[in-house]
């Protein structure tokens, strides 16, 4: 059997042709004498290939022999521009040493019979000598199959008694999430046993991977959190203690961000814990959004939970427990509840780059709301307020690059819509704004703002970009997500 791979960008597998899967019924036999290809005569037509003008499926190893196959995954494919599907050949030795074209066939149907098209091996009809008009209909097995299932679902009780829905409860209070739910009787004992099979196989598949060491003893097994009213899926590793790491789940309290491993836990911590809003002094509010001062000397245990936190949704933050020369800018929302968490962003009590950002994160919760860009204005208000030039830490991560880049732009378009002079200043620009005048170049770059004629540089006052910006400003009936310099408390700190 020969193999090879689609040359279209869709997921076809390398796939097996056999003699069977030719059109014509009459040559059957001497298809079958004639393709049939052995060690022998794949090596020798692998030889001659050099010389056939019919293309060959590519060889993906140097000793490997043409007739191996191998999976190809959406993922591994290069992006390609959209060619017709060219299939593969199968190569037998004829008269002349001349390659001819044995089986060409269609991709069309699925092996469920849900599908009009396949795009792996699994899928494709023809491989499992069926057609897809026959995927579609139901054979005579599967009809009894699905009579025999029937027939066993209408066994289930038609419900739970009063004792057993006290017991299903009694248990659920004792153990919350920390243990399955009792399952019986509350589906047919075929699907009960079906939903075992599953788990035990599911078991057994960790198990592999963890001896194959593919998944370590220690390592972190952290996917969701549950945090508030939220349950958050995790999107990168966090160096939590070891005993709390290997849970697949973690429970936090929203307000002190204490860790604990059950639900249990949680709901006793919550009926005793007296927080309601971040430790520190409340130095911005403007509704219902407020800010928050935390010192990491004062405060170490929360800004530690804090950044552990945080490295669940960061990939390149590297700051955990050495907080105590940074102040944490932590922005909430009120109800009647308490201060729920949106967001934070840190920065060094003493920066000798007047760096006004270390690290700033977004709940997810709260992505896409407007809150990422609240925060990056308030960092440059706090800026104004030091009569300083802010610039966040580098290196940027690809998502704050995308944000601060947004940030800018807005900035820039609303100085430039409101400047009404001729000749214009980038050291200007930068001291009314705090925005670095390094990154105001970029950004004036960027956006093709920025011309060098005649020996000098020259700021174009893009029309098209402005009024765009404009219409954007008057579509947004979010007027709340914007920082009031009038709602500000605070005085620069004067030293540690």
């Known amino acids: 059997r020969n193999a090879g791979s689609s040359s279209d960008g869709t997921e076809d597998s390398d796939f097996s042709t056999d003699p069977e899967h030719t059109d014509s019924s009459e040559s059957d036999a001497t298809s079958r004498r004639s393709a049939r290809v052995t060690r022998s005569s794949a090596r020798l037509s692998q030889s001659s290939q050099d010389s056939s003008p019919v293309r060959n499926p590519p060889s993906f190893g140097a000793e490997e022999p043409v007739y191996s196959t191998r999976r190809v995954t959406r993922s591994q494919q290069q992006p390609a521009p959209v060619t017709p599907k060219k299939y593969p050949l199968r190569q037998t030795r004829s008269s002349g040493s001349e390659t001819e074209q044995v089986v060409d066939f269609s991709d069309r149907g699925h092996l469920t019979g849900k599908h009009e098209r396949h ?24 009809l009894r199959y699905k009579e025999k299932v029937a027939e066993l679902r209408k066994k289930r009780n038609s419900g739970l008694s009063k004792e057993q829905k006290e017991k299903y409860m009694e248990h659920r209070q004792t153990y919350g999430n920390t243990r399955e739910p009792l399952l019986e009787n509350l589906t047919s004992e075929y699907d009960l046993e079906l939903f075992r099979r599953a788990q035990a196989r ?9 001896l194959q060491g593919q998944i370590t003893e220690g390592s972190n097994m952290i996917k969701t959190i549950a945090f508030g009213r939220y349950e958050l899926d995790t999107w990168y590793h966090s160096p939590y203690p070891e005993e709390y790491a290997r849970l697949g789940r973690l429970y936090m309290c929203e307000f002190c961000l204490k860790y604990m491993k059950s639900q249990t836990i949680l709901r006793r911590h919550m009926a005793k814990c007296v927080w309601k809003h971040p430790p520190g002094d409340e130095i911005y509010r403007k509704g219902s959004i407020s800010v928050f001062e935390v010192d990491g000397k004062k405060n170490k245990i929360y800004c530690q939970n804090l950044c552990l936190l945080a490295k669940l949704f960061l990939d390149h933050k590297t700051l955990y427990y050495d907080v105590e020369p940074f102040l944490f800018y932590v922005m909430t929302e009120a109800d009647n509840t308490g201060c729920h968490l949106i967001g934070y962003f840190s920065k060094e009590k003493n920066s000798f780059l007047n760096y006004n950002v270390s690290c700033i994160l977004t709940m997810p919760q709260y992505m896409r709301q407007g809150y990422g860009k609240m925060l990056i204005d308030f960092s440059y208000l706090l800026s104004k307020v030091e009569e300083k030039v802010g610039s966040p830490e580098r290196p940027l991560s690809d998502l704050g690059l995308i944000s601060y880049r947004s940030y800018w732009k807005e900035v820039l378009l609303r100085y430039l819509h409101n400047f009404q002079g001729k000749e214009i200043s980038i050291k200007e620009i930068s001291q009314e704004t705090a925005v670095n005048p390094v990154d105001i170049v970029s950004t004036l770059q960027a956006l093709q703002m920025l011309k060098y004629w005649k020996g000098k540089h020259l700021v174009l006052k893009r029309q098209d970009l402005i009024d765009e910006w404009i219409a954007k400003e008057a579509k947004r009936s979010n007027s709340n997500k914007i920082m009031d310099p009038s709602c500000l408390k605070w005085t620069p700190p004067k030293g540690t």
């Open 119 to 142: 795009f792996s091996i699994s899928g494709c009809p023809l491989y499992h000598n069926l057609s897809a008009d026959e995927c579609k209909a139901p054979t005579e097995r599967q």
């Open 202 to 210: 599911a078991s057994e598949d960790l198990e592999k991977l963890r």
